[in-house]
């Protein structure tokens, strides 16, 4: 009797090291391959309808594009915005965000297939190869997972030379710069961020500045979803950030260097092009300023921060994200209003807001200069209260704090 065929489903994104992966596992391990690409805002239709006709040519059994800007937003991004979520103070978890959407669709469609073995093209040097990795094997935890590239530790021009053998005739001229676009943030790698000393050159970032005269643009919000640009109403946000994208991008707005501690422990940095998903955030936290008291906003601050920090690890499906998401969920119902924002060349300017529930609100006086809500009896017996703990301690350990030595 002959043996059942193997099937795999491969993480395929048209690159060398999945281009590889393809034909390795077709070739040398005899397995029937499945290809599957998570589009989260990084190809066009051009894009994958190559990437259909490159899986035909490496004789891939089925390939699929699954489009999931949408999900993605549902499922991540808006809890991003609504944790107003930078790691490091910088960087909108362009990659760490995408890779844990695509890992965890692709599992999903593995499962779909009945299949039990999935393979990636990960190395063994980042982060991904721990996010593919564990989310796998929480979704499907009997599942096969075959790394070649990692567990080879092939380089570049191994590769290019095996699939040479092959018949393989796909142009992989090595760039100077590795480019991973997505709807929330495109990345920028060379040789400027192998170092800790230098920034990347105007030519390095994908978008380059093309528009230099000064534009208004009014971000609407509602329950703290982006709906609407310049009075432009969105069915959807992922709509509204792009189209935010296609107006500030080419203000060479958002670009940075990430700095950041990866998952395995050690240093890196990445640049990075965000122009819509760091005027969204910056917007988006000025709403929240103005409409949230001080105790939604230090509490925001600090799980935000920690869900920020554990879906960069890859543990988005750890159950306490769920908790904490419902917490920042609850915390939108009065953000909603309008932020009004300058564009310039390289830079924006938050000028205001206005909204229905802002707390600013002249009714209850003006900071500074006058009060509606208070006597200044009132405050004399509030300072009074606020303080005498403190005053306290100081009488009875008969403190001289500003003693001179």
């Known amino acids: 009797m002959t043996q059942p065929t193997k099937k795999i489903v491969l993480a395929y994104s048209g690159g060398l090291d999945t281009t590889y992966c393809a034909a390795y596992l077709k070739k040398v391990c005899g397995y029937e391959v499945h290809g599957v690409t998570i589009n989260t805002g990084a190809f066009s239709d051009a894009d994958i309808t190559e990437l259909h006709e490159k899986a035909n040519q490496l004789g891939m059994a089925s390939f699929k594009c699954l489009d999931v800007r949408y999900t993605y937003y549902d499922e991540c991004i808006r809890f991003l915005i609504y944790g107003n979520i930078l790691k490091n103070g910088t960087y909108p978890l362009s990659v760490s965000a995408e890779r844990i959407v695509q890992a965890i669709k692709i599992a999903q469609y593995t499962k779909s297939l009945g299949i039990n073995a999935i393979a990636h093209g990960s190395t063994g040097a980042g982060n991904d190869q721990v996010r593919f990795d564990m989310i796998f094997r929480q979704l499907i935890p009997s599942v096969e997972i075959v790394t070649p590239v990692r567990d080879q530790r092939l380089s570049r021009k191994e590769e290019i030379l095996f699939l040479q053998s092959q018949g393989v005739a796909f142009n992989f001229e090595k760039a100077v710069y590795s480019i991973n676009k997505g709807i929330w943030g495109t990345s920028v790698g060379g040789k400027e961020t192998l170092t800790s000393d230098q920034y990347l050159p105007e030519s390095a970032w994908p978008t380059p500045l ?48 990430h700095v950041g501690d990866t998952i395995i422990g050690i240093k890196g940095r990445v640049g990075f092009e965000a122009a ?37 690890e890859g543990q988005m499906l750890d159950p306490v994200m769920r908790d904490l998401e419902a917490f920042m969920e ?51 017996g509030f300072i009074k209260i606020f303080g005498n703990q403190t005053s306290i301690y100081h009488q009875v350990n008969q403190t001289e704090f500003y003693e001179e030595n």
Request: proline share 4%.
């Open 210 to 257: 093309s528009t230099h005269e000064t534009r208004e643009m009014t971000l609407e919000f509602e329950h703290g979803r982006l709906l609407s640009v310049d009075e432009q109403t969105f069915e959807h946000p992922v709509d509204a950030i792009e189209y935010m994208h296609s107006l500030a991008q080419p203000y060479g707005i958002g670009r940075d260097i």
């Open 276 to 312: 819509a998903p760091l005027i969204c955030i910056k917007a988006h936290h000025l709403l929240e300023k103005h409409v949230l008291t001080k105790w939604q906003l230090y509490w925001k601050d600090q799980l935000a921060s920690w869900y920020g920090n554990w879906l960069h």
């Open 330 to 380: 609850s915390t939108q119902a009065k953000v909603s209003g309008k932020v009004f924002v300058t564009l310039m060349p390289y830079r924006f300017v938050l000028n205001g807001i206005q909204s229905p529930h802002d707390l600013m609100s002249a009714q209850f006086g003006s900071y500074g200069e006058m009060n509606k809500a208070w006597s200044g009896e009132d405050v004399k």
